[in-house]
């Protein structure tokens, strides 16, 4: 059989730059050169979209903007990106990993252009991304599908001034959770217990997001589930994630990635088998609620009385090497590059499906 022409995109405008780059040279290694030749885009920060080589991809810790920049042809049957300067096209391209986290990378954005460019892709489609995005959306659908998560309150910027402490703590009890709900890693959530706490999170969160999120506090183990399939769904074996230590007193910035001994994953988690099943069995109905394909990681919050909340969905989960979703599928027994192939296997799998959709009704 040929080789099939996979591309790996990454970097992009966005905190988890560096990140993205890590999980892309994951991926890179990774790939089942047998069946598949790797192709390097990166977006550098500037969003401008690049041809890299592999001591590129290797050295670069920022993408740098320099080389072939690419432009994307709409339309085109085969030869839909090219060098912008050149006009020469980079070729065929049969799927794309697209491994760009956060804003404009999982939030449907980068599946927008995809989709246009109709390139068979990686990971969620725009619906399913954009609903994971978006913790209050996603939290609307969850509860009207019948899934626990926390109790919680969303405002605009715009209804400011609807939004206050007492009401916040009648509802919702203390402490309370605010957060940004369109940003990942932690960055800008704040659990508060005081009136003055309250206001500067909610500062906070709305310099992040034109939206606020006000959530209960949840006591419970953190508890995380790699999902994987378009229309025959599976769950993994399922981890912990324990922050340890008094100075943090919830899973943040600081004890996910800027204190080493912040924070650790336990895989697999230590816990019955029915509990196991149970959380699993709701993270595969929380992927197709969310309309995920491919792939999405599951985080819910185990308590002690064994009531599974669900938190919250990642529909591109990191790829590094500490990064939770390989390693519970390794647990699972399926191995990094076994991992990689039926991703791009599911990817092309859907575009073929919808390319076989009627787009006319003569
Ligand atoms: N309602 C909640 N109750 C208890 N802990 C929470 C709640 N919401 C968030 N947290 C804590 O904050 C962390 C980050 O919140 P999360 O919603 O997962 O945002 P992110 O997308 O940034 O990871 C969680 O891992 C958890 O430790
Ligand atoms: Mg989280």
Not at 228 to 251: C, K, L, Q, R
Not at 299 to 319: H, M, Y
Request: net charge negative.
């Amino acid at each position: 059989m040929p080789l099939k022409t996979a591309a790996i995109i990454y970097g992009g405008k966005s905190t988890e730059h560096e990140i993205s780059i890590r999980s892309a040279r994951n991926i890179f290694k990774a790939i089942d050169y047998q069946q598949y030749n790797p192709l390097l885009i990166a977006i550098a920060k500037d969003g401008k979209w690049y041809l890299k080589t592999k001591q590129e991809l290797e050295s670069e810790v920022v993408v740098q903007p320099n080389g072939n920049q690419l432009v994307l042809i709409p339309g085109a049957s085969a030869d839909k990106i090219s060098i912008l300067v050149t006009n020469k096209s980079i070729g065929r391209i049969d799927v794309v990993f697209p491994i760009v986290h956060g804003t404009g990378g999982e939030d449907g954005s980068l599946q927008g252009i995809l989709k246009t460019l109709n390139i068979a892709f990686v990971g969620p489609g725009i619906i399913g991304s954009a609903l994971c995005i978006d913790k209050d959306v996603a939290k609307r659908i969850l509860t009207e599908s019948g899934i626990a998560n926390s109790k919680f309150l969303s405002f605009r910027k715009s209804e400011r001034d609807q939004i206050s402490y007492e009401k916040a703590q009648t509802i919702l009890g203390l402490p309370l959770y605010i957060k940004p709900p369109n940003l990942g890693s932690s960055v800008g959530i704040s659990k508060v217990t005081t009136k003055s706490e309250f206001s500067n999170a909610i500062e906070l969160a709305l310099s992040f997001d034109r939206k606020v999120l006000i959530e209960e506090n949840i006591v419970g183990r953190e508890i995380e589930c790699a999902v994987i399939g378009n229309n025959d769904v599976h769950a993994s074996p399922v981890g912990e994630v324990v922050t340890i230590g008094e100075n943090h007193t919830f899973y943040s910035y600081e004890a996910k990635y800027t204190d080493a001994n912040g924070s650790v994953t336990v895989i697999p988690a230590e816990m019955d088998s029915t509990t196991q099943d149970r959380i699993r069995d709701i993270a595969i109905k929380t992927y197709k609620a969310l309309n995920c394909e491919g792939m999405a990681r599951v985080d819910v919050f185990l308590k002690d009385n064994g009531d599974i909340i669900v938190n919250e969905v990642n529909s591109l989960p990191g790829f590094t090497d500490i990064s939770m979703y390989p390693q519970l599928w390794e647990a699972g027994g399926v191995s990094y590059t076994e991992l990689i192939s039926k991703l791009l296997a599911l990817a092309i799998e859907r575009n073929i499906e919808d390319n076989k959709m009627l787009t006319s009704i003569e």
